[in-house]
């Protein structure tokens, strides 16, 4: 198996401009999270979806973060407009139901300039 | 509120010496728990985890001990080795299937 894949590894934008972080799940999984790491909050969930829906979007920071989930094999998350306190790792993770290990990507590293 | 909570941001071991994690939680309704490790450049990868009807969990060099009392766990790596240098992160749920907590994590050395 693939893994979980992430796109873009690296990106990085100006402030202001829209940013768009893609991930596809390991196949099979039925739940997709979205986490956010920095230094000063470490490892922190953005939000997770259990077949497609959208559960618990508690951890997105303010209006200006999104994610959907149109399939089961692919997820975005959209940060418009970007700012540069958004600069972090962000990981897209998946896991079968029922169980609790997740399996992570290997992140998108975003700059905002 | 930091309901995983790993207290200590880095460690150093020697190699062939015995590396501890610790890790300290606060929610007793957490049930299930887990460790990862991270390479730079790479997401956390699955290591180990351990039910909270259990109180020890082998996996070859890597033994999880869990406290229910103290609520507590704590990572053994024995022997270290220098590809075992990593961030190592605990991570905990509240029941099977629900999201994971994961603690600030440790970054662990191993020297040769």
């Known amino acids: 198996d693939a893994g979980v894949i992430q796109s873009p590894r690296h990106e990085v934008t100006e402030m202001g401009q829209e940013v768009t972080l893609r991930c596809k799940p390991i196949?099979?999984?039925?739940?997709l999270f979205w986490y956010r790491q920095t230094m000063m909050r470490g490892l922190e969930l953005l939000i997770y979806f259990n077949n497609n829906v959208p559960i618990d979007d508690s951890g997105m920071p303010e209006d200006r973060f999104s994610a959907k989930m149109p399939n089961a094999s692919f997820s975005t998350l959209k940060i418009q407009p970007s700012e540069p306190r958004d600069s972090a790792v962000y990981f897209c993770?998946?896991?079968?139901?029922?169980?609790?290990?997740?399996?992570f990507g290997p992140g998108t590293r975003l700059t905002v300039l | 509120d930091q309901q995983v909570k790993q207290n200590s941001p880095s460690l150093s071991v020697q190699e062939g010496r015995i590396s501890i994690l610790n890790c300290d939680y606060t929610n007793s309704m957490f049930d299930y728990f887990l460790w990862y490790k991270k390479y730079p450049a790479e997401g956390p990868t699955f290591l180990i985890s351990?039910?909270?009807?259990?109180d020890k969990n082998e996996d070859g060099r890597f033994t999880v001990f869990l406290n229910k009392s103290a609520k507590h766990l704590s990572l053994h790596i024995v022997p270290s080795q220098p590809g075992d240098s990593a961030v190592y992160f605990c991570?905990?749920?509240?029941?099977?299937?629900?999201?994971?907590?994961f603690g600030g994590g440790t970054r662990l050395m191993v020297k040769p």
């Open positions: 993770a998946s896991r079968s139901t029922g169980t609790d290990t997740q399996y």
């Open positions: 991570a905990a749920s509240a029941y099977a299937g629900n999201m994971l907590t």
């Open positions: 196949s099979g999984h039925n739940s």
């Open positions: 351990i039910s909270s009807i259990k």
